[in-house]
């Protein structure tokens, strides 16, 4: 089985230096989006604004197969006087 190893960067730097051995690149893109979703949730509403939050999946050889970059910006409406 291939070995997949998932990192995140943000506020918060994790470098995944042990990895997951998954079936193929399909279940390792399953597991980017629903992990990406669960770092998401964690955050419960505390993401700041202009926040970046990117998920590259690599293979043994260190190839990016998988990126996935969610970005918060807050748009405010211009007050008139």
Excluded at 18 to 31: F, I, K, N, P
């Amino acid at each position: 089985m291939p070995r997949y190893f998932f990192h995140v960067s943000g506020t918060v730097t994790f470098v995944d230096q042990v990895g997951r051995d998954l079936v193929d690149d399909e279940e390792a893109w399953s597991l980017a989006i629903t992990s990406t979703g669960e770092l998401l949730r964690d955050l419960d509403g505390g993401m700041p604004d202009q926040a970046d939050i990117l998920t590259m999946v690599t293979n043994d050889d260190g190839e990016a197969l998988i990126s996935l970059r969610f970005i918060a910006e807050r748009h405010m409406k211009a007050t008139s006087h």
